[in-house]
């Protein structure tokens, strides 16, 4: 496992360096977010995701609320970049598409379980 996250962690250091030369405000705001990451990725190693596979409504209530994000950004979402696939909520921008990518893995994983 560790194997796995050395290239990653190398590639985080360098990024923050550069970042750093780059703004001080991007550098902590990124430092943010990666220690955020690696607590969530702590926490997740620990949980036995495999017991909510038995939580068919919540699966599925996952699913369906990810598909009406989807039809709310169809109607609503911010175009960035070209793109209107952003849903802003408040200081947050997020692309529901992400979710639904998760989403999706749960359900397969429910379905071929």
Known sequence: MMALFAPVGFLLIASI???????????????????????TVA??????????????????GFYFFTLILLVIVHFEGSLIRGAQSWLVVGPF????????????????AHYFS
Not at 49 to 56: E, I
């Open 93 to 108: 921008r997020v692309q529901p598409v992400e979710l639904v990518k998760i989403a999706l893995i749960v359900v397969y």
């Open 17 to 39: 360096v550069v970042l750093s030369s780059i703004s001080l405000q991007l550098f902590y705001l990124q430092l943010t977010w990666i220690a955020l990451g690696v607590v």
């Open 43 to 60: 926490i997740l190693y620990f949980v036995d995701w495999r017991s909510f596979l038995n939580y068919r409504w919540l699966i599925w």
